[in-house]
């Protein structure tokens, strides 16, 4: 597969535009929020959508085959002030200057929002609200702070849900669904008053459904008018083609691969116009569009190159809208990630093997067009065909950190650890990042960010941070005083006790909130038993509702610390804990020989069980805190260790570490080693990760690894490697990733990144451009280990 040359020229585009704010969304809500005072919130929330999709200056860009922004601009960001405006008035002056993730805004757009839109929500956003209720002691650890964070979770929209195209979607279309909510509606009864809410619900549903026929059919005649203004045939013909694809759908359910393609990109559209979502999946792509590509095929309608231009369209439409967050925000999801999570392979329901030929057009259009979205994830199975994980290996060679690769067994048996039937956890697809999820579920799957090695600092500094001397955690005793090993470890998973807890109160509050301020009627019409339930999916309406998601940061230098601990100090007791702690408060400088032999002291990531048991206690006992707690709809909580950029920020808060770790570095994401201490091969790392118990981590497990670009250069190479992925996965392990780009490729690429802009790298669950990353997050990747044989 190659890209066209159109597909090259909108690549052009991508890569080289930078993103711009669009303040046409916010300006349409609020105007619409104006007029609809005194209203249910979610009437006036699906107005307010419907007012966007009826008004908003619509365009159709030069060589698109498929159509729609959310913004003016092909790379726009929107602007949600109902979720939260103060930080945008705080940060707006600075954003084409911050480090990470700017944004173009022009000073007649700061201007207008401030003048217009944001004196309108003061009072009344998700933040303000979540930020008055807070209790003191959990907001001094949870709000910006590095501890504990779910910034995400209050000042932006949840995201988190993967439309049911299979049950509901295609099947339907949105006439389908605006029908079931119509006479769902006609049977009810203001007099009744378990009625009432039901009646609110279908009435919001009804708007946004009619909203996104409507946005569909302004395109459609929009298509058409340039069609008759176009002097190029051929141009005019695909206008043409436009304008019938947008009446047909997404108002009735797809007859063509091209209409399928078209309503999938509606689809992540409407969410985008209803809340700027993370992680928007698109879910099982190969399974559910495979009927529309098949029957194309077979009867003539496309070829098989028209079909992988339409996908490569696709792909960069995923990659063109940007995600507006706040500079805190973007220290956890650094590199305009959206987190549309895309799944190809595995088994089908019945447990058969699922790829197809559209699972391998996937992974080329991945290859050719280079975009950092969708974030492609693939599921193996014992029974994978060999041409399939040859068709992975392969991708993996090529640098970009595609894709992320699951183990199809453990994946499933995360979700019915979780309570799905058999069938549906079979079904499953990857949520935003590593997180198994099927498309019937309504759970929010990155809830809090959770720093382990703020826990273990707090045991040794007497409750309080090292770096600022103020009181975060609980009372801790003088590390003099410990006596032993089990001691200290005990006082750490206490201290992670109460972050966890804290983490729990942050969420439930911030839960309730969004039932009551910013419910998701859109997004409820494309999640099933919501239209049935007469319930919003914020409300718990989903078929099945799931607990949140704890991601665990810096599991790696919590247990090679504390293994540094128990070796040095109660052990071989070549040091006190009062030297040790002089150390980190000095930050090794005039310890340098007591910090050589803590770097000795075997590291996690090697198949050392010395270090590898700390690592999996502290996992095990991480997953049952975390089970203790229950959400608002009586869900248990779920543990992850998943991986983003947030070991970065995570890290920063962080002093000197017993692992010999320096104040202020990076910590460590998901189950991965600490980057550059796995120095025995990648299967020893692989060995040590599979130790943990990642069937009951059900928000996902990751492990990052690096490897040399000559590893993976040869056919034997990449088969080597999939035999290593294989034998991974045989240990129960879920998930695995590569980076395997060469230092000096990326130190060419920051001293010219003019030259390298569409270079893709892993980050941690997700890829993204190399030059979009801030230096220290680039210093970051380029530290870990490249392992340069198997």
């Known amino acids: 597969m190659n890209t066209t040359n159109r597909i090259e020229r909108l690549r052009q585009n991508y890569v080289n535009s930078k993103p711009s704010v669009c303040i046409e969304r916010a300006r349409i809500f609020t105007e619409s929020h104006m007029r609809t005072e005194g209203l249910p919130t979610p009437i006036r929330r699906a107005q307010a959508f419907y007012d966007f999709c009826n008004e908003f200056d619509i365009q159709i860009f030069e060589d698109e085959l498929i159509v729609g922004t959310a913004g003016k601009f092909r790379r726009s960001g929107i602007l949600t002030p109902e979720f939260s405006w103060k930080w945008v008035d705080k940060e707006m002056d600075m954003f084409d200057k911050r480090p990470q993730d700017p944004y173009e805004m022009t000073d007649e757009q700061r201007e207008y929002v401030r003048k217009n839109i944001f004196p309108y929500w003061k009072g009344k956003s998700l933040e303000e609200h979540f930020l008055s209720i807070l209790p003191e002691e959990t907001a001094k650890i949870a709000v910006d702070t590095g501890i504990v964070d779910n910034d995400s979770k209050w000042r932006q929209a949840v995201g988190e849900v993967t439309p ?108 985008i116009i209803s809340e700027n979502p ?140 979780a309570g799905y039937e058999p069938e549906d956890a079979r079904d499953w697809s990857n949520c935003g990042c590593v997180v198994p999820h099927f498309r019937k579920t309504g759970q929010w799957t990155a809830a809090v960010n959770i720093n382990f090695a703020a826990a273990m600092e707090y045991t040794l500094n ?66 099933e038993d919501c239209i049935k339930n007469g319930k919003d999916l914020s409300c718990g309406g989903a078929h099945y509702n799931v607990g949140p998601v704890l991601t665990g940061i810096g599991l790696a230098v919590v247990a090679n610390s504390l293994a540094v601990i128990k070796k040095l100090v109660f052990e071989d007791q070549v040091t ?115 130790k943990m118990n990642h069937d009951v981590h059900t928000g996902g497990t990751l492990l ?33 990733q590569f980076n395997t780009l060469s230092t000096e490729v990326l130190r060419k690429a920051q001293k010219n990144p003019e030259d390298y802009k569409d270079l893709l790298v892993r980050v941690a669950g997700y890829s993204t451009q190399f030059i979009n990353l801030s230096p220290e997050m680039q210093e970051a990747i380029i530290a870990r280990t490249a392992h340069k044989t198997m």
């Open 164 to 271: 049911d195209y299979e049950d509901v979607l295609f099947p339907l279309g949105f006439k389908g669904i605006l029908k079931q909510a119509e006479e769902n509606l006609a049977k009810l009864d203001f007099v009744n008053p378990d009625d009432l809410d039901k009646i609110t619900f279908y009435k919001s549903t009804i708007l946004t459904s009619k909203g996104i026929m409507r946005l569909a059919e302004r395109y459609a005649d929009l298509a058409e008018q340039l069609a008759n203004e176009e002097s190029v045939e051929e141009r005019k013909i695909e206008l043409i083609k436009i304008s019938k694809v947008c009446r047909t759908v997404p108002a009735n359910p797809p007859t063509s691969f091209h209409e399928a393609v078209q309503f999938v990109w509606f689809v992540q559209l409407g969410a």
């Open 462 to 527: 007497e409750g309080k941070s090292r770096l600022t001397g103020q009181k975060l955690g609980l009372d801790a005793k003088p590390v003099t005083t410990y006596k032993s090993f089990e001691e200290v470890k005990n006082a750490t998973l206490n201290q992670m006790k109460n972050l966890i807890y804290h983490s729990v109160v942050a969420t439930v509050v911030a839960q309730k909130l969004h039932t009551q301020l910013v419910p998701r009627p859109f997004l409820s019409t494309c999640v």
């Open 704 to 736: 990052n690894l690096r490897l040399s670009e000559d590893m993976v250069k040869t056919p034997k190479g990449k088969r080597d490697l999939g035999n290593i992925i294989r034998a991974y996965f045989s240990l129960g392990a879920f998930h695995v």
């Open 278 to 417: 993370l992680a928007l999946n698109p879910g099982r792509f190969d399974q559910y569009m495979f009927p529309y590509y098949d029957r194309d095929i077979k009867s003539g309608v496309i070829s098989k190159a028209d079909a992988e231009e339409l996908v490569q369209a696709l792909w960069l439409k995923f990659s063109e809208w940007v995600w507006t967050i706040s500079a805190n925000t973007t220290g956890y999801f650094a590199g305009y990630n959206q987190f549309q999570n895309l799944t190809v392979g595995g088994r089908k329901r019945d447990g058969s093997d699922a790829t197809n030929e559209l699972s391998y057009i996937c992974l080329e259009a991945t290859d050719k067009v280079k975009t950092h979205q969708p974030g492609l994830s693939v599921r193996i199975h014992s029974d994978c065909p060999q041409k399939f994980l040859d068709a992975v290996t392969d991708l993996v060679s090529k640098g970009t950190g595609f894709p992320a690769i699951h183990n199809d067994q453990a994946g499933a048996q995360m979700l019915l650890q």
């Open 576 to 690: 006190t804990m009062e030297e040790l702690n002089a150390a980190l408060n000095a930050n090794w400088v005039g310890y340098e020989e007591l910090r050589a032999k803590a770097l000795s002291v075997p590291k996690y990531g090697n198949d050392d069980d010395y270090v590898d048991t700390i690592a999996r206690e502290i996992a095990n006992y991480y997953y049952l805190e975390t089970r203790a707690h229950t959400d608002i709809f009586g869900s248990k909580f779920n543990s992850a260790f998943m991986g983003i950029s947030n070991y970065i920020p995570t890290g920063r808060i962080v002093g000197a570490t017993p692992c010999g770790r320096e104040a202020t570095k990076p910590i460590t994401e998901g189950v991965s080693p600490y980057a550059g201490s796995d120095i025995s091969s990648p299967l020893a790392a692989m060995r040590s990760s599979a």
